[in-house]
Each structure stands twice: as structure tokens, then as C-alpha cells.
Nanobody, 123 residues
Framework: QVQLVESGGGLVQAGGSLRLSCAAS????????MGWFRQASGKEREFVAA????????YYADSVKGRFTISRDNAKNTVYLQMNSLKPEDTAVYYC????????????????WGQGTQVAVSS
């Protein structure tokens, strides 16, 4: 069982930056692939970024590539999402997710989810 708690969301102007954190419980964090997803009001949840267990391999949605960076610190049981050059269309609730083994870009393949953190980008 893994419990995930996101933090770092907030209101920022377009062009600004935020760093989201996701703290995981348990002693086997390094055995989980991790992902970030987001859901805007009235829209379906979509993939943002994912990272392998070791942190070597990362994957991004085209819409955030070059602006967002996913990373993890297995010693701290934490995964991060650095978001730069934010746009109003990045406004959403951001969720982190975990699955045993390799990471995935598909939300249905994740077993554990955090409660989400709101990101709002003003124009």
C-alpha cells in the first residue's frame, strides 16, 4: 500500500513557475513507477509526465515537453514536477500516481493516487 500526498500548487501568472511535490509513504518507493496527471474542469484526466523507478527514464506529454521536468528522490520518497513557462491552459488539478514496476502514460495502469493539488495560471 502506498499513500501519496501532493503539495506545491497555487495561483501563478502566465510565464511563471511552480514546483509540485508528491510525498509517498512506505519503504519501497524505489520499486514504483511514478506519474503526474492533470484534470481541468469539465475535461478528462490526462497524462503529463512519468518517470521510471530509477529516475533515468522520463516521459512527457507533447503539451508540456520542454517546459515541465519530472524528477524523483528515492531517498526522500518524493517525486517532483517542475513547471516552467506556465500557460493558462495548464490550469488543472494535478495528481501524482504510483504503480509497482515500470511507469506508464496510461492512468488506468496506476494503482495509487494522491488527492490532487490545484494549479491555476492567470493570463
Amino acid at each position: 500500500q502506498v499513500q501519496l500526498v501532493e503539495s506545491g500548487g497555487g495561483l501563478v501568472q502566465a510565464g511563471g513557475s511552480l514546483r509540485l511535490s508528491c510525498a509517498a509513504s512506505g519503504r519501497t518507493f524505489s520499486s514504483y513507477g511514478m506519474g503526474w496527471f492533470r484534470q481541468a474542469s469539465g475535461k478528462e484526466r490526462e497524462f503529463v509526465a512519468a518517470i521510471s523507478r530509477s529516475g533515468i527514464n522520463t516521459y512527457y506529454a507533447d503539451s508540456v515537453k520542454g517546459r515541465f521536468t519530472i524528477s524523483r528522490d528515492n531517498a526522500k520518497n518524493t517525486v517532483y514536477l517542475q513547471m516552467n513557462s506556465l500557460k493558462p491552459e495548464d490550469t488543472a488539478v494535478y495528481y501524482c500516481a504510483a504503480r509497482p514496476g515500470s511507469s506508464s502514460t496510461r492512468s488506468r495502469e496506476y494503482d495509487y493516487w494522491g488527492q490532487g493539488t490545484q494549479v491555476a495560471v492567470s493570463s
